[in-house]
């Protein structure tokens, strides 16, 4: 059970079987037995994206912090994950077979899924196939750099996170693209903030940790 992991694993990286090999992962323990469990998917691997991070790494201390397992990982190609990039696809089943995982371990438990930039698209598209209790997105690019249909919007609780100064995935963009969500999502504005959060890292702590003591049983 993943309850049963040992404390030294909360930062060592290590891995999961998938169908198309092996994918690498972070643990990020609470203190006691978990409340939930979230996983977080990190930026675009082309433009250097990995799950180490630090908007990524953030999101998954906060859920630790919160009382709930973090579970980051690389996708397809990245570090010691199998595989080849697919623009968002084949990524896509990275994230469910994480999902899996700790559903399977964890299934009586509430569940999230959150991610950075591309990890925050990813997770969307994974929402529409197995549905967690909640999607926690930061700055998630809906209609730019990934050839892809923009995801369907959750039906479950969704906060999104979005700097005011984001130059990489413009917030207004996003706002457009949702203008018509139903249900909206709940935007979390950061004023002054760019894509990578520079000086802004305890918004997104503080963020997570509401969000997800709004979702504990």
Known sequence: ????????????????????????????LPSSAPRGWMVVGHPHPLFGGAMNNKVTYMLAAAAAEAGWLALRFNFRGVGGSAGQHDGGRAET???????SALRTHLPNLPSVYSGFSFGGFVALRAAEQAPPDGVLTVAPPLTKYVDLPMPAVPTMPWWTIHGTDDDVVAMADNEAALA??????????????????????????????????????
């Open 93 to 99: 089943a990275d994230y469910l077979a994480v999902a």
């Open 180 to 217: 018509d969500a139903d249900p909206p999502p709940r935007w979390v504005r950061v004023e002054g903030a760019g894509h990578f959060f520079h000086g802004q890292l305890a918004i997104i702590k503080s963020t997570t940790v509401e969000f997800l003591e709004g979702l504990a049983i």
């Open 1 to 28: 059970m993943l309850t049963e992991i040992p404390r030294s694993l909360a930062t060592a990286p290590q891995r999961l079987s998938a169908e198309h090999g092996v994918i690498e992962v972070a643990w990020s």
